[in-house]
């Protein structure tokens, strides 16, 4: 079936330092796509999304690639603070329907 | 606060229990989805509302699962039965269609 999948579990960085977490997706149709944030205890937190008539979208500090010819997302994370410390996870859609969620990547920022 | 709300937040039962949550979702949103979400995964979609219609239960949603939103506003999601393994976080989850999805806190439910 359709997925969504991480190459990197655990990702540790530097305080300082950009943060790039990796996510590929198997469903071409998919039009629609979502990067969440989660805290221990916490709902998922809406970071930044992007469509697939477009391949960069940017917010403050982070920034999301999207290249459909390989179906891979990327979010970025510039000069990453110990408050990103959690999960990242992305996310699909398509034509509104429901969303698809990947298996999350933890992100450790040290000092 | 103009957020999803759930509750309880924390649920512990025993084995063969019924219990119940709720969800209020954002007021103007009349989408709302159930997930359910183990220890290091991601949410898994178990079901949907379009305002009071059900749209969509998940595989995983087994006959003991039963959700309900009888005036397309707050809903709940009921387990009959609970095993071990219902052990999770349930998330509740609101747009306006088309939109990125707003959750809850969760719910986390503890089956001994």
């Known amino acids: 079936g359709e997925s969504v999948g991480l190459h990197l579990p655990t990702l540790s960085v530097q305080e300082g330092d950009n943060s790039i977490i990796n996510c590929a997706y198997s469903?071409?149709?998919?039009?629609?796509f979502i990067w969440y944030k989660q805290e221990s205890g916490k709902g998922p937190q809406f970071i930044i999304d992007?469509?697939?008539?477009?391949d960069k979208r940017q917010g403050q500090r982070v920034t999301v690639l999207l290249n459909k010819t390989v179906k891979h997302l990327s979010l970025q994370i510039a000069a990453t603070q110990p408050g990103d410390s959690a999960v990242y996870f992305c996310?699909?859609?398509?034509?509104?329907?429901?969303?698809?969620f990947g298996t999350g990547t933890r992100l450790q920022v040290f000092p | 606060d103009t957020g999803v709300s759930q509750d309880p937040r924390h649920k512990i039962t025993k084995r063969g229990q019924n219990v119940t949550f709720r969800c209020d979702p954002i007021?103007?949103?009349?989408?709302l989805y159930w997930y359910r979400q183990t220890l290091g995964q991601g949410p898994e979609f178990l079901t949907y509302?379009?305002?009071?219609?059900?749209?969509?239960k998940s595989r995983l949603l087994s006959d003991r699962f039963s959700a309900e939103r009888p005036k397309g506003s707050f809903s709940t999601l009921e387990i009959q039965r609970t095993e071990q393994g219902d052990s999770a976080m349930y998330l509740c989850?609101?747009?306006?269609?088309?939109?990125?999805?707003?959750f809850g806190s969760g719910t986390q439910l503890s089956v001994l």
């Open positions: 509302f379009q305002n009071e219609a059900q749209l969509e």
């Open positions: 007021s103007e949103h009349n989408r």
């Open positions: 469903n071409s149709a998919s039009d629609y």
């Open positions: 996310a699909e859609t398509h034509n509104t329907d429901k969303l698809i």
């Open positions: 989850a609101s747009n306006r269609g088309n939109e990125k999805l707003f």
């Open positions: 992007i469509r697939s008539n477009m």
